[in-house]
């Protein structure tokens, strides 16, 4: 059977290698955690330039509408008063209600993203923590199981 002190050392070594490991693994966790919180953050960039040209585009269809309504109104001999004008301003409305709506829909994806990156993050440094924390404790497992080869002798 080999000495106490060489079974100590390699006791020691390997819970070395094992804490080193823990943190590795921790640091690991973090990155592709960072790399998701990226990517979610990214998301929410994208949101919000997809609900601008959403609305943008919602505007134009609704200008357009009413333009076609106009000429037909004014083809038609009737103005632009009484009824033709409550349609037009009924159409106005609905396109105002349609951004409201696209604006509600961005704002709620944009928050649901930035959370995700939130936690994320969060998960990340956890990671970390749960790594060193792993790594102490095999640092203080391989001490004892050494401590516990001298103490055999005595």
């Known amino acids: 059977m080999a000495d106490p002190a060489t079974l100590s050392a390699l006791g020691l070594a390997g819970a070395a290698i094992g804490g080193v ?11 592709a955690a960072d790399f998701n919180a990226d990517l979610a953050e990214r998301d929410a960039a994208i949101l919000r330039e997809q609900g601008k040209f959403e609305r943008e585009q919602i505007r134009r269809d609704a200008r357009s509408v009413v333009a076609r ?20 301003a009924e159409t106005a409305a609905e396109a105002e209600l349609d951004i409201l ?3 509600f829909s961005e704002t709620v994806g944009v928050q649901n993203a930035l959370a995700n990156a939130s936690l994320a993050r969060f998960q990340g440094d956890q990671a970390v923590v749960g790594g060193i924390g792993k790594a102490g404790a095999s640092l203080l497992t391989g001490a004892s199981r050494a401590g ?7």
Request: without cysteine.
């Open 101 to 103: 709506a696209s604006r």
């Open 69 to 88: 309504q106009r000429a037909a109104a004014a083809a038609s001999g009737a103005g632009l008063e009484g009824t033709p004008l409550l349609i037009m």
């Open 21 to 31: 490991s823990a943190v590795a693994q921790g640091f690991s966790a973090k990155a």
């Open 148 to 154: 516990d080869l001298f103490g055999e002798d005595e």
